[in-house]
Each structure stands twice: as C-alpha cells, then as structure tokens.
C-alpha cells in the first residue's frame, strides 16, 4: 500500500510541535536547514546508494567508497559547501572512509602539533586533498599504552634527517584507518631518539606512496590488514599495517609545535604540558561524543516506528492484536534508550563547547583546564559509546526476527558502530583515566584547593557525604534537586570509598591495580552525573515550540531514574537513598512511559532522518513494513533462480538417496 502513511495515527497523537522539535535537535534553525538541505541531496544522488552494500564483495565495497568519497569531493567543489556542509555531506553519505582520518585525524593533528610554517606547508596541500594522509599511532603490540610504542625515529645530524625504522614486528603500525590502501601521507607517532637519548613519543609526518603511480616508496611496507567483522560495516575503510625500513624523513618534518630538535640535534623541550601531544585524540573523542546520539537515534528510530507497527497478542474474536509498543516491557527497553539519545545529544553540545573553551586557553597558555577536558572527553567517550553500542542491539532484539535481517539497518549499524567502544581508547583504559583524575581531586579535597567545573560538586562533600534523601512520593522524583543530589552522593561516596581502599595500601599504583574494578564503577558514576546534570541544564534554557519543554522533561527523568534502577545496588549500598525511594522512583518511571507513549513516533520523526540515511525497511517513515520485507527478499541473489546453484551436485544426490546407494 504505497503512499499510505501506516504510522499516521501515531503521528496523530503527538501533543508537541515536531518542527520545533527539529531545531532543538539540530541545535539551530541554520543547523537544521543545513542538515536537512544536505540530506536530501544524498538521498537523491545515486551515487550515494547503499541498499546494496551487503551484497558487495571487499574489492567492489571498497572501490565503490572510493567511487563516493571522489563524487562528494567534486560535489563539494561544483557546490561550494562549506565545511559545516561539506561534514554533513560525509556524515549522511553514511560510509567509513579514509576521509574520516584525512579530515578527522591527519589535518587535525597537523594543526594541533604543527609550526605555522608547517601547517602554512602541509595543510595547503591536504585542504586541496593533494595529499591525503592518516594518523599511526597504533601497533601490533601497543594502543592502548602510547608510551610503549616502539617505532623509531632516530635524529641523523650528518644529513639533518629523521631515520624512521620498526624495530621489531610488533613495532609495526597496525589498525589505522585509510593507511591500507589510500593515504599519501601519514602522521607517525615514535620515539624520538637523539644524541642517543629517547625523548618519548612525538609525531611526524611521512610521505608512504609516490605521488605519481601510488606505489611505496623505498623501504616501506604497507598493506590491509583484512577484512573486518560484519558484512558491509566497516570493511569499506582500508584499515592498514606498515613497516618502516631505515626510511628518512627531512628533519623539520617533524611536528615542532610542542617540542623541537635543532639542526645540532638539540632537543629543546617545550613550556607546554607534553600531553599536548595527546590533543588530537581529545578532539576527536569530542566528536565521538556527539556521533554517539546520532547511531543511537538511528537505532531507536527504528525500533519506535517497528515498535507501533507490529502486533503481537491480545486479539479476541479475530480482532486487531496490540501494539508491542504498548507492552510495558518493551517501552521499558525502548523508552530508556529514546532518552539516553537525547541526553547524549545535549552532552555533546557542552562537550564540544568545554572543548572550544580549553582550546582557546591553551592558545592563552592557560592549561588549568587541560586535565578536566581530558577526563571529560574521555569518560563521556567511554560512557556514551558503550551505551550506544548496547543501544543499538537492544533495539535489534526490540525488533524480534525481523531485526535480525540486514535490511532492517540493525546489524550492519552495530557493526559499523561497535568498533568505537575501542578505537580512540578501549573504554574500561578511558574510565581508568577518569578514576585517576577523581583520586587525584578526592586527594585535594581539605587542601584548600576548591574542585570545579564537573567536579564542583566534591567541594561539597561535607553535605554530600551524610545527606539523606527526602523524597517521599512518586512526584518528588521530577525534582531537579532531588535526582541531582542522589547522583552527587553516589558518584562522591563511590570516589571516596575507592579513595580510602587505596589509602590502604602502601604502594599507591599496586592499590589502584588492585581496585581497578571498583575505580571503573566510580568513574561510570561520575560520567552519568554529567550527563544527567548537563539535560538538566538544558531544561533550564529558554526552549520555545508547543509542548516541546514537557517532552524534553519526559525524557530526562526518564534518563536519570532509569540509570537510577539500572544501578540500584551503587544508591542503596552508599545508602544515597532508602529501598522505599528506590520503588517510588520505579513508580514515576512507569508514569512517565505512559506520557511518552502517544509521543514515541513524533519523538524519533524529530530526528529528521531521510528513508536513505536509515536504510532500514523496519524504520520507513511510512511503516509499510511487510510488502518492503518482501521486496527486499526478492532482491537477494539466492531467490535469482528458482533452483539453487549447487542443486545437482549437492542436493539431488542426497534426495535421490544416490550418495547412500553408491556407498552400499
Ligand atoms: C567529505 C569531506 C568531509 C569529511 C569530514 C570528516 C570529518 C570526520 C570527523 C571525525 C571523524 C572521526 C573518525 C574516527 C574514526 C576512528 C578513528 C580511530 C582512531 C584511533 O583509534 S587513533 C589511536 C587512538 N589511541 C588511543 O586512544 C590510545 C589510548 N591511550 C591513551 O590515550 C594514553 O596513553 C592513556 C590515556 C591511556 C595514558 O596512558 P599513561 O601511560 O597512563 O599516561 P601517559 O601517556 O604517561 O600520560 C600521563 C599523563 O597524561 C595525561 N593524559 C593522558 N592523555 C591525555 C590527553 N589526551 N590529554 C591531556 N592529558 C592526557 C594523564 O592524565 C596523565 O596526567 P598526570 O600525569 O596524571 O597529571
Ligand atoms: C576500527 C578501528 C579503527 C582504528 N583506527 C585507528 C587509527 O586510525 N589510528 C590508530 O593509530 N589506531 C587505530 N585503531 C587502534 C585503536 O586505537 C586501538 O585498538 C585502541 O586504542 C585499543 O588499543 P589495543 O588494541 O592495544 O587494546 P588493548 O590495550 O590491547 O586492550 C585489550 C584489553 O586489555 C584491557 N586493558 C589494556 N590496558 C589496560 C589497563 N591498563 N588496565 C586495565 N585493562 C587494560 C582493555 O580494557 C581490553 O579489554 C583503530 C582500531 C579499530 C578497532
């Protein structure tokens, strides 16, 4: 039934302004008519399609990103998009691409850790894409522990020239994306050794293919390091290895920003903290942040508009079943997770504001703020990317069988999503580094020293450490104050206690391993307290549009009492709150299903995504769910014949019992 609007009384329901919804998602009316402008021109670009992605072998995926990432970069020209919509375009292109790393990681870092002179250099070079380039950071034997890299490069002052070698086959560079197959360039992070001493890791940039035929160049070895999980997914990106042979690299291309090597051979260290050489992987935490709300919407959109399409039970005398999405406990899956997208959203917008702050102090020699930026982009990272990675497979499961088809959108999404729990980061080493920044602030608290930003609320530990909580009914639930305060008190008592257990031992780093558990549980509870008070704060915004505050209101509650639920064990056992509480808290949750019910499908419609972008037969706008099943059933190439390849080789011998005969 094409043109029929099957999800209609759905959207019928709703008792907000969807438009005006839109905007507080996109973040601005501008954003939100650059985004929806640079949607629809995908959406209508053939070139663009992806319905057919499972069915490509590894060589025709990767060829056809190549065929994508060369038509929006000449869109991009023809049109003149800026670069706010030239990252749209790439965004809702929707294909991991070596222009991830090149736009993401490469310019970045060149900016980031370059001299004028060398960004005046390189970045002409990439921003015209005469160049392309990659970030190496990780090896075989090392990621996750940066100062255990073991490439080389050795200042040689004979020639003035940086001697870039891998030592060992676990010095190899493993995992960066576009390094396999396309990039010119890299950015490699190694030792720098001169004048016989290891100064510890910086970066540098190494030209790895001729700029003429695409082959190596002399003494290096570089290839793909195979395919990956999930059909489509991520194998578009040519994730690579690479080694080096004694290759030389001219002296100042090594990034100078931070620290120097004179033409002597000097090292001159800088009077910035060396972690500045970690920058570039707090910016794109940042951006990984705010990507998280968008594969968890994608996911959540899906499953809402399956959710009011399906129907299973309840009929009597062969009447209409009912709507799955009013099981309460489907709505105690999916609810959750439409809220978690939203707050998700709203933490990334302070996210990406704290980091233009730190940015700019940095450039005032400010570096006060650098640690918290850190933990924040960090922990936020960790949080949100774990989330959405079980997010995205819960809506699967939400979606019964039919989630489990590739043309639902589900797994390829978790396939190309889930490598973000480990990329930028392993999560559980993040939360490490959040624990460690917590110690480091319980430690001060007394010394006169005031916590703030994010950890302001430490400062007040003498209320926060004793506090008991008074709510006393359902409704006390919707308090700001109230669900501020228990999630102060849990994330504060779980430091301390972890900060007392660690007192305990003599040697501090063997009792941080040892409670290594417990510290993650701490910094999860830290991170959630920001994003529950960062929805907060966005409530207390001036938000315009009919009915859309009450629904914002909805969901945040929803957001911080299903964490609440989800991590009763932490509240009642730092006795934050009474079991009591505790079930009045599951009370107003229920509540606030019932209020977000009529508004699920105009809530996910506010995401604003193309058919194109989904990609998702169990997500369509129109809901006309069953006739696109079968469409898409006829399209697989099994169903080409209607008697399977392989019939009289395989199958016939064993029908016709001739395999038994033969063997008698
Ligand atoms: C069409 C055109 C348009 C296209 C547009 C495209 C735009 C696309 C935009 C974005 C796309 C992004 C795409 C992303 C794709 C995926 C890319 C994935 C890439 C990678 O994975 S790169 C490799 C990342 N690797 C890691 O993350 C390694 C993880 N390990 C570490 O970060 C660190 O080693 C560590 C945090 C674990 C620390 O280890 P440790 O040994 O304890 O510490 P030290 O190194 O000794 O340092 C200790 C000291 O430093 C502080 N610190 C650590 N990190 C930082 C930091 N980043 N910033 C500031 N400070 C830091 C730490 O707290 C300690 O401080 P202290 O001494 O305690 O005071
Ligand atoms: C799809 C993808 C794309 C990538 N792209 C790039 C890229 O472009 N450039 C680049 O340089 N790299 C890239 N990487 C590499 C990535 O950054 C690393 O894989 C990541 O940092 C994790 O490091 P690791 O693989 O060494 O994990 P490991 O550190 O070996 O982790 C293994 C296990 O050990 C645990 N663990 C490790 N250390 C500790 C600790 N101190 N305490 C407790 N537990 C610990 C981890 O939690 C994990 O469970 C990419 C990886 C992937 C998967």
Redesign the pocket.
Request: aromatic share 18%; charged share 10%; with cysteine.
């Given at each position: 039934m094409e043109g029929i609007d099957h999800l209609a009384d759905e959207r019928n329901k709703a008792e907000f302004d969807v438009e005006d919804m839109k905007i507080v998602w996109a973040g601005s009316r501008h954003a939100f008519e650059v985004s929806d402008r640079i949607a629809r021109l995908v959406a209508s670009d053939p070139v663009f399609e992806k319905s057919n992605r499972a069915r490509l072998s590894r060589k025709e995926l990767f060829k056809s990103t190549l065929r994508k990432c060369a038509h929006a970069f000449k869109r991009i020209i023809e049109l003149r998009l800026n670069e706010e919509e030239a990252g749209r375009l790439r965004h809702f292109i929707d294909q991991p691409a070596y222009v991830d790393?090149h736009w993401g990681?490469f310019v970045p870092a060149i900016k980031g850790q370059g001299t004028e002179e060398q960004q005046k250099k390189w970045l002409s070079l990439a921003n015209k894409m005469q160049i392309i380039g990659?970030?190496?950071?990780?090896e075989l034997g090392?990621?996750?522990?940066v100062q255990g890299l073991e490439t080389t490069a050795t200042f040689d002052p004979k020639t003035d020239e940086f001697v870039i070698h891998t030592p060992t086959q676990t010095a190899s560079?493993?995992?960066?994306?576009?390094?396999g197959k396309v990039s010119t360039h890299a950015v490699v992070?190694a030792r720098l050794i001169t004048n016989g001493k290891d100064y510890g890791i910086h970066g540098f940039i190494v030209q790895l293919r001729s700029l003429e035929d695409h082959s190596p160049l002399p003494n290096i070895t570089v290839g793909d390091i195979g395919t990956?999980m999930g059909n489509g997914a991520?194998n578009s990106?040519d994730?690579g290895f690479l080694m080096f042979d004694h290759v030389r690299i001219p002296r100042d291309q090594m990034l100078m920003r931070l620290s120097k090597v004179t033409r002597e051979g000097e090292y001159v260290p800088s009077d910035v903290p060396k972690q500045l050489v970690y920058g570039t992987m707090v910016y794109v935490r940042q951006t990984i942040v705010a990507d998280a709300s968008n594969a968890l919407s994608r996911a959540v959109c899906i499953a809402t508009r399956y959710s009011a399409v399906r129907r299973q039970f309840g009929a009597h005398n062969g009447g209409i079943e009912t709507q799955v999405i009013d099981y309460k406990t489907q709505q105690n899956r999916l609810f959750p997770l439409l809220a978690s997208a939203y707050a998700f959203r709203f933490v990334g917008e302070w996210l990406k504001w704290l980091y233009t702050d730190v940015t700019e102090r940095l450039a005032a020699s400010d570096f006060a703020t650098l640690p918290e930026a850190h933990a924040c982009t960090a922990g936020l990272k960790s949080l949100t990317t774990t989330a959405t990675a079980d997010g995205i497979e819960e809506c699967r499961k939400l979606c019964g069988g039919h989630g489990y088809l590739w043309c639902s959108g589900l797994p390829e999404l978790f396939a190309v999503y889930v490598?973000a729990c480990?990329?930028?980061?392993?999560?559980?080493?993040l939360q490490?580094q959040v624990a460690r920044f917590l110690m480091k602030t319980v430690a001060q608290l007394g010394s006169g020293k005031v916590p703030v930003g994010t950890t302001a609320y430490m400062g007040r530990a003498a209320h926060l450490l004793q506090c008991r909580s008074g709510v006393q009914k359902a409704e006390d639930w919707l308090n700001p104050d109230a669900v501020l305060e228990a999630f102060e008190a849990r994330a504060l008592r779980m430091a301390v206690t972890c900060a007392k257990n660690l007192s305990k031992f003599e040697n501090q780093e063997q009792g941080f391993?040892e409670l290594?558990a417990d510290l993650v549980e701490a910094a999860i509870a830290h991170c959630q307290l920001i994003v529950v008070s960062k929805f907060i704060a966005k409530l207390e915004q001036d938000i315009g549009g009919k009915g859309v505050k009450k629904q914002l209101n909805n969901l945040c509650y929803i957001y911080a009492l299903y964490l609440l639920h989800k991590h009763l064990g932490d509240f009642l056992s730092t006795n934050c709150i009474t079991p009591k509480q505790a079930s009045l808290a599951n009370d107003q949750l229920r509540s606030l299903y019932t209020q977000v019910r009529p508004n699920a499908v105009a809530l996910v419609d506010a995401f604003n995504y193309t058919d194109h972008y989904l990609n998702s037969v169990l997500g369509r706008y129109d809901g006309n769910v069953y006739p696109k099943l079968f469409e898409e059933a006829w399209k697989d190439p099994l169903n080409d014949s209607v008697v399977p390849d392989g019939y009289h080789e395989y199958l016939r011998p064993v029908l016709k019992q001739q395999l038994r005969t033969a063997r008698l």
């Open positions: 790393l990681m990659c970030y190496a950071q990780t090392h990621g996750s522990n560079k493993w995992w960066p994306g576009g390094l992070y990956k991520y990106m994730n490598p480990t990329y930028e980061g392993d999560n559980v080493v490490l391993q290594l």
